[in-house]
DNA sequence: TATATTTAGTGCGATATGATACTAACAGGA
DNA sequence: TCCTGTTAGTATCATATCGCACTAAATATA
């Protein structure tokens, strides 16, 4: 590591990996006995941005093979969270409903992590954090393109 | 979400998670075959801040259960990265000891990942990177301090 | 239209993660 | 020293992740 560019995001992605594990075990203890962070991603994907998606979509947003996510789906599905139906515009496809109980615990989760946020806007100012989101933001985006670019195959894993 | 404090944390959450996973998976395409970050995440800690250590104290540092590392460790022992020796001062612990190879492969992987990087830098500043390392840190050492503090009882797993 | 290729979803198997429970060893107090 | 509680590591089991291969449906091409 003789480069300091690399260097700094080595240590970028170091702190970043850190965080994201803390972050998911605060999240995890938040939401009931067998759900996990992956069933909560996809129920706030489908609140923020509609449900009625194709979980080849979501596959693709959260960047996790369909297997992956076909799994994840099914235990949303056991517990009564989402619903899946037949997509009328492709027949290869489905589409993926939230359940009444699916968006009310999602809610119920958001609102079970607010004392986490205000006891961490204690120690964080929220102002410090505002102006790195466009970075972070700037950061993933690019990211993401490296991997989609055919010409940076290196990039590129077998995911799909 | 009505607080926007809690708004900020909960997109600086979200953009964390969705950058571990994509440079986890460059990350991880740089690995030989079969080897995940959770192996050289191992390697890297070993070699930055020195071998002959105890599973314990890694398992603490990564934040894992301590039988997800035993089975990292199981892996890199059986692939003759890592090599496991019992701990002199502590009859029921052991000692991590790297291999040459582990070494090897470890600065193989950073070289690997240096186009990478590099081409990285030519989309992202580092020097805009440089200044957030800071705030991130702090965030990491919040949550780590939150997940140890007894008073702060509904922040902590059960993991250990 | 007929055929070939691509795509969405899933079954299956290998590996990973982590909770529980156990053993062996250490540590503190009587 | 003995007893009690704690700690390090692991076996076991349930669930998660994901590569591979397959089916059915859509799309492209001849």
């Known amino acids: 590591m003789p480069d300091p560019d690399a260097r700094v995001f080595f240590e970028f992605f170091n702190e970043i990996g850190i965080i994201e594990q ?38 693709r947003a959260f960047q996790v093979p369909k297997t992956s996510l076909t799994h994840t789906l099914k235990t949303l599905q056991t517990r009564g969270l989402v619903t899946l139906a037949p997509n009328p515009g492709d027949g290869r496809s489905k589409l993926v409903w939230l359940t009444d109980a699916g968006r009310r615990l999602h809610g119920q989760t958001i609102t079970a992590l607010g004392p986490d946020f205000a006891a961490l806007a204690e120690k964080i100012d929220p102002a410090d954090i505002a102006p790195i989101l466009p970075v972070l933001k700037a950061v993933r985006v690019t990211l993401d393109k490296a991997r989609d670019a055919p010409q940076a195959a290196v990039l590129q894993s077998h995911k799909g």
Chains 1, 2 share one sequence.
């Open 22 to 59: 803390l972050s998911r075990t605060l999240l995890e203890a938040r939401l009931p006995e067998g759900l996990i962070a992956p069933h909560f991603t996809v129920l706030n994907h489908l609140v923020r941005l509609g449900d009625g998606r194709a979980p080849i979509d979501m596959a």
